[in-house]
């Protein structure tokens, strides 16, 4: 599509920031509504972070989407902040209006319409929820399922100490576990996710034993290279439906579109066929 000189401008700013999707993502998108716009890849260094962000409003962007390292110095920046990226100071969507800086997370929003989708009939209510790892994806996903009202979320850390200081910090029903210990922390569960790294492409492999896991569980996991992970597969292989980490790229990206370019996109198989092209 030719873009006119009125065309809307949005972003993702990273470091590095090349392997992002989010370009491919936002263009099918735009394509697909014809709007007049366009969304670019904005590679900025840690130490440039504020002053990128404050030159963008000039250059009549609309806002950016914002991704590793800059996540928590984005929220530095904000105006504004909804209540997730206040809780998890952290913020991935911005939006510009007025010369004031409005901040949102929309990774655990991301995370659950992903699961819903992915899971249908999925209750937070029906067990407990597993949580692997304590990053910030991890954070996202617990403050997602607190807020949904699962009963109980087991936490598991390879570090068992960053794991209590994540429950001290959220509070309410959340229980760590001896990472390993897969018979005590899986019994019972309605879910099991996997934040961590293990099992990404050119990771060490996610070593555990679903025994105990029961057959009507959920499985997730967030990483989406591959789009099949081994705790995937095996879930799979003994009948428990699986949810891969595509959709929550695609899900947690569309209040910032709606934002920026005025239309509410779907997240369906066209688009995760092309994303995944990509």
Same mark, same amino acid.
């Given at each position: 599509?030719?873009?006119?000189?009125?065309?809307?401008?949005?972003?993702?700013?990273?470091?590095?920031?090349?392997?992002?999707?989010?370009?491919?993502?936002?263009?099918?998108?735009?394509?697909?509504?014809? %709007?007049?716009?366009?969304?670019?890849?904005?590679?900025?260094?840690?130490?440039?972070?504020?002053?990128?962000?404050? =030159?963008?409003?000039?250059?009549?962007?609309?806002? @950016?989407?914002? #991704?590793?390292?800059? /996540?928590?110095?984005?929220? $530095?920046?904000?105006?504004?902040?909804?209540?997730? $990226?206040?809780? *998890?100071?952290?913020?991935?969507?911005?939006?510009?209006?007025?010369? +004031?800086?409005?901040?949102?997370? #929309?990774?655990?929003?991301?995370?659950?319409?992903?699961?819903? +989708?992915?899971?249908?009939?999925?209750?937070?209510?029906?067990? =407990? $929820?597993?949580? *692997?790892?304590?990053?910030?994806?991890?954070?996202?996903? %617990?403050?997602?399922?607190?807020? @949904?009202?699962? !009963?109980?979320?087991?936490?598991?850390?390879? #570090?068992?100490? /960053?794991?209590?200081?994540?429950?001290?910090?959220?509070?309410? !029903? %959340?229980?760590?576990?001896?990472?390993?210990?897969?018979?005590?922390?899986?019994?019972? =569960?309605?879910? *099991?996710?996997?934040? #961590?790294?293990?099992?990404?492409?050119? +990771?060490?492999? *996610?070593?555990? =034993?679903?025994?105990?896991?029961?057959? $009507? @569980?959920?499985?997730?996991? %967030?990483?989406?290279? !591959?789009?099949?992970?081994?705790?995937?597969?095996?879930?799979?292989?003994?009948?428990?439906?699986?949810?891969?980490?595509?959709?929550?790229?695609?899900?947690?990206?569309?209040?910032?579109?709606?934002?920026?370019?005025?239309?509410?996109?779907?997240?369906?198989?066209?688009?995760?066929?092309?994303?995944? +092209?990509?």
């Amino acid at each position: 599509m030719t873009l006119s000189g009125k065309a809307a401008l949005a972003g993702v700013l990273g470091w590095p920031v090349g392997h992002s999707r989010s370009p491919r993502l936002h263009g099918f998108w735009l394509e697909r509504h014809g %709007i007049d716009g366009a969304y670019v890849p904005l590679p900025v260094r840690p130490e440039d972070f504020a002053q990128a962000v404050s =030159a963008l409003p000039l250059l009549h962007l609309r806002g @950016a989407n914002v #991704t590793v390292p800059h /996540k928590e110095a984005a929220a $530095a920046l904000c105006d504004s902040m909804d209540d997730h $990226a206040k809780r *998890l100071g952290a913020v991935n969507t911005l939006v510009f209006s007025e010369g +004031q800086i409005h901040g949102a997370n #929309t990774d655990g929003a991301g995370f659950l319409d992903n699961l819903r +989708q992915g899971a249908p009939g999925w209750r937070a209510e029906s067990g =407990a $929820a597993v949580v *692997l790892g304590s990053g910030g994806a991890a954070r996202a996903v %617990i403050v997602a399922l607190l807020d @949904a009202g699962v !009963p109980e979320l087991r936490l598991a850390n390879r #570090t068992r100490a /960053k794991a209590e200081a994540l429950a001290e910090s959220f509070g309410g !029903p %959340i229980r760590v576990f001896d990472w390993g210990d897969w018979t005590r922390v899986l019994d019972g =569960a309605g879910l *099991l996710v996997n934040t #961590t790294s293990l099992g990404m492409q050119g +990771q060490p492999p *996610l070593e555990i =034993a679903l025994d105990a896991l029961p057959g $009507a @569980a959920v499985v997730n996991d %967030i990483v989406y290279q !591959p789009l099949e992970t081994e705790l995937l597969r095996m879930a799979a292989g003994r009948g428990n439906r699986v949810v891969d980490g595509l959709g929550m790229l695609l899900h947690q990206a569309r209040p910032g579109f709606e934002a920026w370019f005025g239309v509410r996109p779907e997240v369906d198989e066209a688009l995760r066929d092309f994303v995944l +092209q990509g």
